[in-house]
């Protein structure tokens, strides 16, 4: 079965700009979760969907949005783009949300900001 | 808030040594996940602990976890170059709702021949 899915792998944006990255889970896994990891620090929970409601949130600013599709797949948007959001973005999927439910996570997407 | 800390964040081994990562988190939680990090790739399930007492082993990687003390251990045994990666352990504080994991910062560990 394929993993965690994740599109685009790299992408440069400048300051000011809007960006939008992908995430298919898990085949039948229907919660979706997405984590901003600068260089040289773990991850940062930025939200969590499940059954496409939002079920968390970290924090973020309101710059930072996200939506879980009828197919569970997702999307993390970032408008207003700052130097600060260079990161590399992770999904993780899990069965359901909460719980003891192991997180897989994909292969990420590095955003460069310039 | 939750707070995850891990030491060492920087550990260089030798080849065939012994060693002990910690994680120490400052709530409650019952529910304790360690990952692998390779250089520029995602994050690779390692351990999945879920109560008082569990201890799991996969080769020369074994994790315990004690909640009453708060604290987690990943003990590397004879340690080998392919272990060299930076570990994580996250905490899962949601009580059943939706806050995502709490990493620590990592511990990048160079295993050397």
């Known amino acids: 079965d394929a993993g965690v899915t994740q599109s685009p792998t790299h992408l440069i944006k400048t300051r000011g700009q809007h960006v939008t990255l992908r995430c298919s889970p898990i085949s039948g896994h229907k919660s979706v979760s997405w984590y901003q990891q600068v260089l040289g620090q773990g991850p940062q929970f930025i939200f969590q969907y499940y059954e496409k409601e939002e079920r968390g949130r970290g924090n973020f600013p309101d710059r930072f949005s996200a939506r879980q599709f009828p197919n569970y797949s997702s999307e993390l948007n970032v408008n207003a783009l700052l130097l600060g959001d260079s990161a590399l973005y992770l999904c993780?999927?899990?069965?359901?949300?909460?719980?003891?439910?192991?997180?897989?996570f994909g292969p990420g997407t590095r955003l460069t900001v310039t | 808030e939750l707070k995850v800390e891990q030491n060492p964040l920087f550990l260089s081994m030798q080849e065939g040594k012994n060693y002990t990562i910690y994680c120490n988190y400052s709530t409650t939680s019952d529910r304790l996940y360690w990952y692998r990090q390779d250089p520029g790739k995602s994050l690779e399930s390692l351990f999945v602990l879920l109560s008082n007492g569990a201890v799991k082993q996969e080769g020369r990687l074994m994790a315990s976890l004690d909640t009453k003390a708060r604290l987690s251990t990943l003990h590397i045994t004879a340690a080998v170059h392919d272990l060299s990666a930076t570990y994580f352990c996250a905490v899962d504080d949601s009580g059943g709702g939706a806050d995502g994991l709490t990493f620590g910062k990592g511990t990048h560990l160079i295993i050397q021949p």
């Open positions: 993780a999927s899990s069965l359901v949300a909460g719980g003891s439910y192991e997180q897989y």
